[in-house]
């Protein structure tokens, strides 16, 4: 480490991509930037009122080379590019897309350019849920519990149920497809120039936390479990078979076409990648039994523990535990919610309805004037009702709300559910109903720590990641009082990423194991929140509510599925 040796790491999140050129002595940013998605910038492919989100993978593409090229370039070019030694990826997930014999997306081909059944079905797409309820059944059937390490429920969300989705419902799709990748295993083995199916290295995190590959299986199970559940699924257990890796492992070096692409070198080792949340646990410089919180568009919560201190534990209504899917040698589990900030954006997007509909077409003003003006409201509507909403007395009673608007991820997945708001009056007004709503989400992180206390794990501390951690201190408070616990929120703003270029790091070999590039690339935290008791009471008190809202939604009130 006495030379001077630069490590990038790339975070793909749901609206844009970004990359961090960070010092690997220090873990020192010394260059960053940001590219948005533009075909997700304009809608194309997804259908929210059918939850079907989409995501081309030449976004992706563009986006990559955008980043890494922009951050060479603002280091000072050839010269930084020369100091690049690793370079590891994260991503959103499950988002899996189906390839062909060389491993290629199939919208990448002119067949299939414009057809959003062969592009990533991102983690969000909620379009399969008929088939996770048709896994959960058939798993019943089977003396192996296939779900015991998915916290016993399959999920919408994730990979097998969205591959199922896909076929059933895109014959040209089903006939093309030779094998199905998650977007964390497709751009390392891309990037290396690896082609071939049974050389491709997949990820650990993302098989065993939504792929149902776990250890005590010897993989995925068995051919009969797939082709049982539907014979669409036949043989391709066969192409997914085999060994799964840890971040901190090599997939190979940078080949010399995207060695090209990018402006570096064909010396770059390139890492195994992984899932954000997971990469961005250890970019926050995560501790044994601390519930690290990504808190973005949904929130992923991991928490690691020993191995040997897991044995025998299986958090039943989380989204998996897996060996070696966070810190290599640690248990890691995973949890969350599937809509946080997207509440949030959901409400401002109806208060603005009439600067979408209404303003644009006034007469009183310009449309130069009547954009701006539009810009400048959205821009300050989240901060405004913060502000508002923090000075309501919370000693009486007030407006109750789930955050159930994109489904329940945990505890106990389920995507049929619906978000809800209650106790509405003639005195409601807009800071209210925001009250309401980030109350919810903050109810829903105090049900998943309650959760993995029930099952014999205790959380011992919240650690802050993210862009709602980072910019909302209303509800950072409001979760520290909820919780009952202190939150630190970490330094970084590009958390995840700077977790992809710690592995990066040990991949490329300047460290020997994650704990100790966690500690000396580490950057330290910004805040904490401490929990006023004060609030205890009636917070209390109204997550009982909650919970009781939850429960006659969840019986009355939540959407029928058609069964296959």
Not at 100 to 122: K, R, T, V, W, Y
Request: proline letters at 5%; a negative charge.
């Amino acid at each position: 480490m006495e030379d001077i040796n630069y490590v990038i790491g790339v975070d793909y999140g749901t609206d844009s991509v970004r990359a961090i050129l960070v010092d690997a002595k220090n873990g020192k940013e010394i260059s960053a930037e940001v590219f948005e998605y533009p075909r997700w910038k304009q809608g194309l492919y997804c259908n929210p009122a059918v939850n079907q989100f989409r995501q081309h993978p030449l976004d992706y593409i563009e986006g990559l080379i955008a980043v890494v090229s922009g951050c060479i370039e603002k280091a000072g070019g050839a010269e930084a590019a020369t100091r690049v030694r690793g370079l590891s990826v994260d991503t959103t997930g499950s988002s899996p897309v189906a390839v062909n014999a060389e491993g290629m997306p199939l919208a990448l081909s002119p067949e299939f350019a414009e057809n959003p059944n062969a592009m990533f079905i991102l983690w969000k797409d909620h379009s399969a849920i008929a088939e996770a309820e048709q896994i959960n059944r058939h798993a019943s059937g089977f003396e192996v519990n296939y779900l015991k390490y998915v916290g016993g429920i399959y999920s919408s969300e994730w990979f097998w149920a969205k591959l199922l989705y896909i076929l059933r419902a895109d014959r040209r799709v089903r006939e093309q497809a030779v094998s199905w990748l998650e977007h964390c295993d497709w751009i390392p083995n891309m990037l290396c120039g690896i082609h071939r199916l049974p050389e491709i290295r997949r990820s650990r995190c993302a098989a065993g936390h939504k792929a149902l590959w776990a250890e005590e299986f010897g993989g995925l199970p068995p051919e009969s479990f797939f082709s049982g559940l539907d014979p669409l699924l036949s043989g391709y257990r066969e192409t997914m078979a085999g060994d799964t890796y840890t971040a901190d492992v090599p997939v190979g070096h940078l080949s010399q076409e995207w060695a090209d692409k990018l402006g570096l070198h064909t010396g770059v080792v390139v890492g195994v990648g992984a899932f954000d949340a997971h990469m961005g646990a250890v970019g926050g410089q995560i501790e044994p039994y601390h519930l690290s919180k990504v808190m973005g568009t949904s929130t992923c919560d991991i928490l690691v523990a020993p191995k040997y201190e897991m044995e025998g534990k299986l958090v039943k209504g989380i989204c998996g535990q897996v060996n070696g899917s966070v810190i290599p040698g640690m248990t890691g589990l995973e949890a969350g919610q599937s809509a946080f900030g997207d509440v949030y954006a959901w409400f401002k997007k109806v208060l603005c309805w009439p600067l979408e509909h209404l303003l644009t077409s006034t007469s009183l003003i310009d449309q130069q004037t009547a954009a701006a003006l539009k810009q400048e409201i959205e821009s300050k509507i989240i901060s405004a009702l913060s502000v508002q909403a923090d000075i309501l007395p919370i000693d009486e009673e007030f407006e109750l709300a789930l955050d159930w608007l994109n489904g329940r991820r945990t505890p106990d997945a389920n995507q049929q559910l619906k978000g809800a708001i209650t106790g509405l009056s003639l005195g409601t007004d807009a800071p209210r109903i925001f009250r309401a709503l980030a109350l919810a989400t903050c109810f829903g992180a105090r049900s998943i720590v309650e959760r993995f206390g029930e099952e014999g794990v205790p959380v011992k501390g919240i650690i802050g990641i993210g862009g709602v951690a980072m910019k909302s201190p209303y509800i950072m408070q409001m979760m520290a009082d909820v919780l009952e616990m202190p939150i630190r929120i970490h330094r970084c703003a590009h958390t995840c990423a700077l977790g992809a270029a710690m592995f990066a790091a040990v991949a490329a070999g300047l460290y020997p194991d994650t704990a100790s590039a966690m500690g000396a690339m580490g950057t330290g935290f910004q805040a904490q929140y401490d929990p006023r008791i004060s609030y205890s009471r009636i917070y209390r008190e109204q997550y009982q509510k909650y919970l009781s809202l939850g429960r006659y939604s969840e019986k009355y009130l939540k959407k029928d599925i058609k069964p296959y």
